[in-house]
């Protein structure tokens, strides 16, 4: 299955707003729920699937954060692009110029104008993208964002952003 990336508006049919019931519609092409995690104190529930995405997370009975990752079922699409079939440094540099600027954390690159965030697809401590040839563990994730999950996520302590840039 092709799933597309909507900026602000979510990935696939997955559309941000929905209830976890909505979302429930879909197990049959995500998997049944393998992991709940009960509303932490800003009042968000994960769900973590088997099979497409590794996670949603849930404000107020909405859906506000899609994740998903390279051992997904299926292939994701943003503008075209295979994002987890194209060299990630290529991929970043693309995304930087479409976002305006780019930002990262200890583990994330982050497109905040453009609503998702990257995980290993680059090492900070190492400073270096991760290869499509390396024969590496492919761990890559990426996270869709509401503009509510945007808002939340630059203002959680402890996991600030920096402006980067790797042009």
Not at 2 to 19: A, D, K, Q
Not at 61 to 68: A, Q, Y
Not at 111 to 140: A, I, M, P, T
Request: hydrophobic share 45%; aromatic share 14%.
């Amino acid at each position: 299955m092709v799933w597309n990336i909507e900026p602000y508006v979510g990935l696939g049919p997955l559309r941000f707003g929905m209830t976890p019931e909505e979302v429930a519609a879909f197990d049959g092409e995500m998997g049944a729920v393998a992991l709940r995690h009960h509303p932490d104190v800003l009042g968000h529930i994960t769900e973590v699937r088997r099979q497409f995405v590794h996670g949603f997370e849930f404000r107020n009975n909405k859906l506000i954060s899609i994740g998903t990752s390279k051992r997904s079922k299926g292939v994701v699409f943003y503008e075209g692009v295979d994002v987890f079939g194209v060299e990630p440094v290529e991929l970043v540099k693309w995304l930087e110029r479409k976002n305006g600027g780019a930002k990262m954390n200890f583990a994330c690159v982050f497109f905040d104008r453009l609503g998702f965030v990257l995980s290993d697809f680059y090492f900070w401590k190492e400073r270096r993208f991760f290869q499509l040839s390396s024969g590496e563990q492919d761990d890559r994730k990426l996270g869709v964002y509401s503009e509510e999950a945007v808002a939340i996520t630059l203002k959680i302590p402890g996991f600030e952003f920096e402006d980067v840039s790797f042009l």
